[in-house]
């Protein structure tokens, strides 16, 4: 399962360009990283993520975890989970972190907004059930906000706390008193983010690399 034995220059690595947008430059960088992370492994287990300090802190650290073993994010239409990882799927995973070229269309643009937007829903969705939870809701804003240099990590909560009680006053409002609320789908996540700009702000950087910097 994607546990490639080239170095970046070889034939696979060249698909894997083709594949993430990844160059071959920063796939060597990223190889690096996870031959780090994984102790010289071929593959990558969940407790490899442990030792790293950033992540320690994070509020949704074990949704960050899980999305890189869940099937749905590999672009192979897949479901479920995996116990390991190798390269390929690591990198995979990593692409829909990368900023979108300079020069795209806006329809290419779109594409890839939307591609961001439904990985960080699964990130959030882990029963797989098509929905996610006004509190999850509450974690995607904040997450988001939190990479913005211009408010403060209260002000994101705050922001992040008024836009969920915004969703649950229109949501509930329109229920019947008998109807259960069953949580947002992708599809009305997508319509409450409109305008949100996502592009910037999707990074990690408890890799000890800031993927906006190396994916430009």
Aim: proline letters at 3%; one cysteine or more.
């Amino acid at each position: 399962m994607g546990a490639l034995q080239s170095s970046p220059g070889q034939p696979e690595y060249v698909d894997l360009a083709e594949k993430t947008g990844f160059s071959l430059e920063q796939i060597r960088v990223l190889h690096k990283r996870f031959k780090q992370l994984s102790h010289n492994e071929d593959t990558l287990r969940r407790e490899h993520f442990n030792g790293i300090p950033d992540l320690a802190c994070n509020p949704i650290r074990s949704q960050i975890i899980e999305a890189f073993f869940d099937k749905r994010n590999f672009r192979q239409n897949g479901e479920g989970t995996v116990e390991e990882i190798g390269f390929e799927e690591f990198l995979v995973v990593m692409s829909h972190f990368k900023p979108p070229k300079l020069h795209v269309t806006e329809e290419q643009r779109e594409s890839i907004r939307k591609e961001k937007l439904r990985f960080l829903f699964n990130m959030h969705d882990t029963d797989n059930d098509g929905t996610i939870t006004l509190e999850e809701y509450r974690h995607v804003v904040e997450e988001l906000l939190s990479h913005s240099e211009a408010l403060e990590k209260n002000t994101a909560k705050c922001i992040a706390d008024a836009a969920m009680l915004e969703v649950a006053s229109i949501s509930m409002g329109h229920m019947e008193p008998d109807e259960f609320y069953e949580g947002i789908t992708f599809e009305h996540f997508l319509k409450l983010l409109n305008g949100f700009e996502i592009e910037s702000r999707m990074n990690i950087r408890f890799l000890y690399m800031d993927t906006v910097n190396l994916c430009k």
